[in-house]
């Protein structure tokens, strides 16, 4: 993109230039700008930047690394959707990691997508619903461990409470 710095103004061309070589994605030791997303054909900047802080809050350390190591149900998170789902498999690209298809690879890598399925993945969005069911699920049986064990303590409080004060009213009869 050519700029006229007469036209618009040369703080304005800083700004837009700056904005062209910044960092948008970043995944540990691996940073992307809008230029090597674009050659790609990924324009989604704001799910990048969102992928990056998913992803740095998960200590991730590269590319590489997410791609061997990391499974697609370790990022049924908020604020990470398929959009930034796809921003990661653009970057994979960018990268050269993976192959023809990184984000398919990378799903079959860890899913099992030949003949030996350790979990059946339809989409993204399946999985990060299955996640949080789980997740609601748990929260719920702990819920009712807690309701049980509070229950049972008070049942045992006042039978407790009830012999105290049986004791009490025997004593003051034998006065």
Same mark, same amino acid.
């Given at each position: 993109?050519?700029?006229?710095?007469?036209? &618009?103004?040369?703080?304005?061309?800083?700004?837009?230039?700056?904005?062209?070589?910044?960092?948008? &994605?970043?995944?540990?030791?691996?940073?992307?700008?809008?230029?090597?997303?674009?050659?790609?054909?990924?324009?989604?900047?704001?799910?990048?930047?969102?992928?990056?802080?998913? &992803?740095?809050?998960?200590?991730?350390?590269?590319?590489?690394?997410?791609?061997?190591?990391?499974?697609?149900?370790?990022?049924?998170?908020?604020?990470?959707?398929?959009?930034?789902?796809?921003?990661?498999?653009?970057?994979?690209?960018?990268?050269?990691?993976?192959?023809?298809?990184?984000?398919?690879?990378?799903?079959?890598?860890?899913?099992?997508?030949?003949?030996?399925?350790?979990?059946?993945?339809?989409?993204?969005?399946?999985?990060?619903?299955?996640?949080?069911?789980?997740?609601?699920?748990?929260?719920?049986?702990?819920?009712?461990?807690?309701?049980?064990?509070?229950?049972?303590?008070?049942? &045992?409080?006042?039978?407790?409470?009830?012999?105290?004060?049986?004791?009490?009213?025997?004593?003051?009869?034998?006065?």
């Amino acid at each position: 993109m050519k700029l006229a710095p007469g036209i &618009l103004g040369q703080h304005a061309v800083t700004q837009l230039q700056r904005t062209a070589d910044e960092v948008i &994605l970043e995944v540990g030791s691996d940073k992307l700008g809008r230029r090597e997303l674009a050659a790609v054909g990924c324009y989604n900047f704001m799910a990048a930047r969102n992928l990056s802080a998913v &992803l740095k809050s998960l200590q991730v350390t590269s590319l590489k690394f997410l791609f061997e190591h990391i499974p697609p149900s370790s990022l049924a998170l908020p604020h990470m959707g398929v959009i930034s789902l796809a921003v990661l498999g653009a970057a994979f690209e960018a990268r050269k990691i993976g192959g023809a298809n990184p984000l398919e690879s990378w799903v079959k890598a860890h899913l099992g997508g030949n003949g030996s399925a350790k979990q059946a993945m339809v989409t993204f969005h399946t999985l990060k619903a299955r996640e949080l069911a789980e997740a609601r699920n748990e929260k719920q049986a702990t819920k009712q461990r807690k309701q049980g064990r509070r229950n049972q303590a008070h049942t &045992l409080r006042l039978a407790r409470f009830g012999e105290r004060q049986a004791g009490v009213q025997v004593r003051e009869a034998t006065r």
